[in-house]
Every structure is written in C-alpha cells, then in structure tokens.
C-alpha cells in the first residue's frame, strides 16, 4: 500500500492531550497491543509482560533546560530554544545551534542578551544561519553552555502543553536514569518507569541496556508534504556503546527478545543496524521508518501514542502494522487514555511483515 501523510491522520479530542503528568510514573496506563484485541493495564505490569531473558534498551539522554528568554540588542523580544549544544573553542566560549522566535530575526554580529528569573543576563553573540535550510541560527555563549543554560534556562515543555515549566516539570520531564546532558525533548517512553519497575525487571530476570540519542526540536517538526518520501527527517546525534551489541547478541543466542523502550531507542538501534550488522559507535542519524521497512534489531516496542500525521505514527504503524495501530489508537480514544508526552503508553509487538531480516550482531554491513 502506498501511503500518503493523510493516511497517519486521525481525530482527537484536545481533553486527551496530557497536560501534566500521572501522579506515579508507573501508575499510568498501558495499552497491550502485543496481540488484538488489545488490553488495559497499569505500567507497573509491565515487567510481567516480558519474560526472563529479555532486555529493555533504554535511551540515557537527560533533558537540558534549552528554551531561553530575552532581547536583542535593539530591544526587541525573543524566545530560543537551543536545539544541540557544539563542543567549546580553545579560549573557553562555547556554541549552540538555535530556533530564534523574534519579530525581526537578527543578523550575524548581533547579540542577544538572555535572562534568569532573578534579573541576570548574558550575552550570546549571533554568528549566523546553520542547519538544515539555513533554518537555525549559530550562536556564541560566553561561557560552558550547559552551566548557562542550567542558570538560565527554562524545560523544553512540548508545544502542545500549554503551561509555563515548573517544580514538577523540572522532575517529571526527565527519566530517572538520565546521565548525559543533551536533549530538547524527553524520550517519554521512558518516563514511566520508576525505581518499583527497574526493581521488578531485575527481580523476574529482564536485562538492561542503554542507548544516548539526544532528541532535538525536530521531533515535534510536522510534515508539511503530501508524499511521505519527500519528507526529509532532521538530523540527531546517537551512541549505541559495545555492552549494548554485545547485550544484544547474548539476547539472541538465548531466545530472548529485544525490547525499544521509546522510538528514540528504536531509532538509535535500527540505524546502527542498517545493512545487516548492529555497529557499535557514535554517529549521526536521518533514519526516517515508514511502513516498508525492514526491522534489524527490535522485536517490542514501548512507546507512548503520537501526534497525527507525525513521523511517529508512521513509524509505529511500519513496526506494528498500519491496521493494528489504527485499531489501537481508534481504542486508546475510545478509552480516554492520555496522550502524547506526559500521556499513557502502549506495548507493541512487531509485525511479521516487518520481520527481522538476520542477525543484528552478525559480521557483515557497513555502519551508518
């Protein structure tokens, strides 16, 4: 079947975009796609739905406080959200890449001066247009980006959440196991899992591992052609480590199965894989997954329910099957389960038809 982006469309009521999250993490609820029709539960069962031997690969990027506020040299207004931090230049100063929301974009050579809650600026020189189209602006900080924008910054709270940031957002807009400062956006599968639920995954013998792929502004970016191939996906920055392949292999030859915690995983592992041989390493992806593709690694997917005609949705129904995720969103609605970021999440199994095409650990294929 060829696809349109109107195809991943569907209606939903702006009540089930979640605004805050649940009271627990793991209290939240969990759709079981594995099989239809599907079934409701509470993500702290989640554990009892994997067998031993399994292993959940989790995304360990951390959520950095990127949207700023300030003005420009002339006075105007304007909002950033640094959407990747640059490693810092001899003499200590350190760069980013930006979205700049202003009446009048400034130009290279100007500066904008950033502010805190307490009245404390600091300058950021403009250095000029970046990234893909031209469509971010380089910037120059005059300090280590990441203590700045600690001091500074606000949480990247979604565009479809409507509140300022606050307290509860500093903690539940990060997974507690986050450990390496980078993202713009939470891989918000991964928000529900709790100290209870890691406890209960060791406990019945469900492996761990990890993956760091820094989620950028991007992946809120809507599709804005009609033909899904003409779409071109922004570009993240990924490291699958050695212990993970090697988790992964050891999975495999004992029959257990690999299960994403979150797209962003899935991306990360799919990309390492592409041409047969999953490759450990750091490296940048545009891997854009659309029903068609042929999955290396991943056998489950945890992940939460998406934005229409999103990416995400194409992805998810490439993994699932286009019709078995039209039924279980068409359910999820039915339901009143939460959506998006702080929403409820779904276990999915992948299809046969996106069956895995060989060993992800083999010796063959050139990495991405």
């Not at 940031?165 to 599968?189: C, I, K, M």
Request: aromatic fraction near 8%; hydrophobic fraction near 45%.
């Amino acid at each position: 079947m060829n696809h349109t982006v109107a195809d991943f469309d569907f209606d939903l009521p702006p009540a089930l975009i979640a605004q805050h999250p649940a009271a627990e993490r793991s209290a939240s609820r969990l759709l079981d796609g594995r099989t239809l029709p599907a079934v409701e539960r509470v993500f702290r069962e989640l554990p009892a739905l994997l067998s031993p031997g399994d292993l959940l690969v989790f995304n360990d990027t951390k959520v950095i406080r990127a949207r700023l506020y300030g003005a420009k040299d002339t006075g105007g207004g304007v909002e950033a959200l640094v959407e990747r931090v640059l490693p810092g230049t001899a003499d200590g100063r350190h760069e980013v890449w930006t979205h700049l929301r202003a009446s009048k974009s400034p130009k290279a050579g100007q500066t904008v001066h950033f502010r805190d809650a307490a009245g404390a600026t600091f300058a950021a020189e403009v250095l000029g247009r970046c990234g893909p189209e031209n469509g971010l602006f380089h910037l120059r900080l005059p300090g280590d980006a990441l203590a700045l924008l600690e001091q500074f910054g606000h949480v990247p709270l979604p565009p479809y959440i409507t509140h300022a940031d606050d307290a509860d957002d500093e903690r539940r807009y990060q997974t507690v196991f986050a450990r390496h400062p980078g993202a713009v956006a939470a891989p918000t599968a991964a928000l529900h899992f709790d100290e209870g639920v890691l406890a209960a995954l060791d406990a019945r013998g469900i492996g761990r591992a990890s993956v760091t792929l820094h989620v950028g502004a991007g992946t809120f970016q809507p599709v804005r052609v009609d033909t899904i191939a003409e779409h071109r996906m922004h570009s993240e920055w990924f490291e699958v480590p050695q212990a993970t392949v090697d988790a992964i292999a050891a999975t495999r030859a004992r029959g257990g199965q690999v299960v994403a915690v979150g797209t962003t995983t899935l991306r990360s592992l799919e990309s390492a894989a592409l041409g047969g041989t999953l490759q450990a390493g750091a490296r940048e992806t545009d891997i854009f997954i659309t029903p068609g593709f042929q999955f290396q690694v991943v056998d489950r997917l945890v992940t939460n329910f998406h934005l229409p005609r999103s990416t995400l949705m194409m992805l998810v129904s490439a993994f699932a099957g286009y019709d078995t995720i039209r039924t279980l969103y068409a359910e999820a609605i039915a339901r009143e389960m939460r959506f998006f970021s702080y929403g409820d999440a779904m276990l999915l199994q992948r299809a046969a038809t996106a069956g895995n095409t060989g060993d992800p650990a083999g010796n063959s294929a050139a990495p991405r």
